[in-house]
């Protein structure tokens, strides 16, 4: 006889998690029935008219080329007018961030390496005598 449990979730969905014949606990997710909606890149992009593309993309590959900051400060520059001879509008910037997400670059990278705590280790010097020679012969360390 297989043994199991019911949650209850405050949504009103009731998964059943039965034990498999390994002693885990797993829940069947084919008898559930659920709808996901995915955004593609292709789908943000018919949002908008071909020009209004474009621009986004411009946009983009100039976020690339300063260097990746984040949106906001992308926007900062452009409406202080920090990037010259250039029509980045902030509209481009969160069109192109509509259309492909952030940028990954702008991400990836920002936080540093922590130094490790350092490791202490205590050297006994004064082991009994044979304890190495015991712990050897009874199939441990060698």
């Known amino acids: 006889m297989k043994t199991g449990f019911v949650i209850h979730k405050a949504h009103g969905t009731h998964p059943i998690f039965m034990t498999s014949n390994k002693g885990l606990y797993f829940s069947d997710v084919k008898i559930d029935i659920a709808h996901i909606m995915i955004n593609t890149v292709g789908s943000n992009k018919n949002k908008y008219i071909v020009k209004e593309y474009a621009n986004a993309c411009k946009a983009h590959s100039i976020q690339d080329i300063i260097r990746r900051p984040n949106t906001k400060e992308y926007i900062e520059y452009v409406e202080k007018r920090l990037i010259l001879n250039y029509p980045i509008t902030k509209c481009n910037i969160l069109r192109a961030e509509d259309i492909s997400g952030p940028n990954l670059g702008s991400i990836k990278g920002k936080t540093t390496r922590k130094a490790p705590s350092k490791v202490i280790l ?21």
């Open 122 to 142: 205590n050297r006994v010097d004064d082991l009994p005598e044979g304890m190495l020679e015991d712990r050897g012969r009874a199939g441990g360390y060698r």
